[in-house]
């Protein structure tokens, strides 16, 4: 069964410095693979996607994610974090059917 | 503008009570979904539909029940409600396709005294 791994349940950075927030994800075939922003009493928000071709991929906000095939990672970087970056994070595996599987969220806290 | 409603944003409400959160889309999408979140934790798919006439149980048993009329309107439903509800209701849906994004409404938060 298809399911994703969102190591870190809360990351606090500085403003102004990087970050790297971390989705492993566990699927038979050739995975798609989304991330969210849920910002607090709100719904989710489409950063980025990757379904195939260039491994690296970009998104709004100056987001982007790199597909790592061999590690079955799709982590999510930002080189320089704003204030209104602070938010909760969810890495999502698209599976048939139109349904999507989600990990638990990454909640990220800036720092000024 | 193509988006998705839900109405209403904030709803407190006694034991016993029978409630419909509304879900409205304007993007002609085929398929939509009702999730429950609980503060600061995971997604769990409850109710899901491929198109009119069409809803299906999701991952996470629920005592709601969902109807799918119309093309662009997903209800959901609560015939009594219990504490043990509360929570945040949020739908989305996604177009024709197996592996397409979903796009989420903002929410309904519900609390059930």
């Known amino acids: 069964a298809q399911s994703v791994t969102q190591p870190d349940i809360h990351i606090t950075v500085s403003e102004g410095a990087s970050l790297e927030l971390r989705c492993n994800y566990s699927?038979?075939?050739?995975?798609?693979l989304f991330w969210y922003v849920q910002s607090p009493g709100q719904g989710l928000q489409l950063l980025l996607k990757y379904f195939s071709g260039d491994t690296l991929v970009q998104g709004i906000k100056g987001f982007e994610a790199e597909f790592k095939r061999s590690q079955s990672s799709f982590n999510l970087r930002k080189p320089s974090v704003h204030w209104s970056d602070a938010a909760e994070y969810f890495c999502?595996?698209?599976?048939?059917?139109?349904?999507?599987?989600f990990g638990d969220g990454t909640t990220l806290t800036v720092k000024p | 503008e193509a988006d998705i409603y839900q109405t209403p944003r904030y709803l407190v409400i006694g034991t016993g009570k029978k409630i419909t959160l509304e879900c409205s889309q304007t993007?002609?999408?085929?398929?939509m979904y009702w999730y429950q979140q609980d503060p600061g934790m995971e997604l769990h798919l409850i109710h899901y539909?491929?198109?009119?006439?069409?809803?299906e149980k999701g991952d996470l048993s629920s005592e709601s029940t969902v109807s799918r009329i119309r093309t662009e309107h997903f209800p959901l439903t609560l015939e009594s409600a219990r504490p043990s509800h509360t929570s945040q209701y949020l739908c989305?849906?996604?177009?024709?396709?197996?592996?397409?994004?979903?796009?989420f409404g903002p929410g309904t938060r519900l609390t059930v005294l």
């Open positions: 699927y038979g075939a050739t995975p798609y």
């Open positions: 999502a595996v698209g599976v048939n059917a139109g349904k999507s599987t």
């Open positions: 989305a849906s996604s177009a024709q396709g197996s592996y397409n994004e979903q796009f």
């Open positions: 539909s491929y198109g009119v006439n069409s809803t």
């Open positions: 993007m002609g999408h085929d398929k």
